[in-house]
């Protein structure tokens, strides 16, 4: 079983940027990660994957902006926000995924991206 901690959300000025951090309590090299986010009264949706072999996938709204990153020696996933939108505000939630262990997630940290 795989705990995981986020942090690094905060307030941020449109066009700002952030970096949030999701700190794992065991090895994650054999999971997909992934960062999803909910902004109030919306579904829960994918911002951007980390496969296990390397593969890096983004949702359209924020490709260009948002950059995933991991280090499995540290158990810890980045996610890397620029050029903040209000519409980024939301919920940020961090997922770690295998087939046999299923899908593990954090508790969020909430990004708010207002003037």
């Known amino acids: 079983q795989v705990q995981l901690v986020e942090s690094g959300g905060g307030l941020v000025q449109p066009g700002g940027s952030l970096r949030l951090s999701c700190a794992a309590s065991?090895?994650?090299?054999?999971?997909?990660m992934a960062w999803y986010r909910q902004a109030p009264g919306k579904q829960r949706e994918l911002v951007a994957t980390?496969?296990?072999?390397?593969?890096?996938n983004y949702a359209d709204s924020v490709k260009g902006r948002f950059t995933i990153s991991r280090e499995d020696a540290k158990k810890t996933v980045y996610l890397q926000m620029s050029s903040l939108k209000p519409e980024d505000t939301a919920v940020y939630y961090c997922?770690?995924?295998?087939?046999?262990?299923?899908?593990?997630w954090g508790q969020g940290t909430q990004v708010t991206v207002s003037s």
């Open positions: 980390s496969s296990n072999d390397g593969n890096l």
């Open positions: 065991a090895s994650i090299y054999s999971y997909a």
């Open positions: 997922r770690a995924h295998t087939l046999s262990s299923g899908a593990y």
